[in-house]
């Protein structure tokens, strides 16, 4: 079955760095566009970065650019994100998602919490 298993969250301080990773199984990753959204409490959930199958192209949130980054490796189907210079309002549950295409609806892992404080 398709699993997304998020890990590498935790407490840090500010100006602080993480790497999360998300261990896909179950599904073609390399066919798979794949993305870090996060949410906080009371809020929605939102995209904080997004990269295609092979790559090619990355996007980010506002918020994050110059400070997160997003790989992958098509070869161990893992994803992460390099968070760097955190900050208090980084703080969120931090989630996976894989996407096709429309006809798909998307995969989504069960989120791993970040904390940044002092």
């Known amino acids: 079955q398709v699993q997304l298993v998020e890990s590498g969250g935790g407490l840090v301080q500010p100006g602080g760095s993480l790497r999360l990773s998300c261990v896909a199984s179950g599904f073609i990753f390399s066919m798979f566009t794949m993305s870090w959204y996060r949410q906080v409490p009371g809020k929605q959930r939102e995209l904080v970065a997004a990269i295609t199958s092979d790559a090619g192209n990355r996007n980010y949130a506002d918020s994050v650019k110059g400070r997160f980054t997003i790989s992958r490796d098509n070869a161990k189907n893992i994803l992460y994100l390099q968070m760097t210079s955190l900050k208090p309002e980084d703080t969120a549950v931090y989630y996976c998602?894989?996407?096709?295409?429309?006809?798909?609806?998307?995969?989504w892992g069960q989120g791993t919490q970040v904390t940044v404080s002092s």
């Open positions: 998602r894989a996407f096709l295409d429309t006809f798909l609806p998307p995969y």
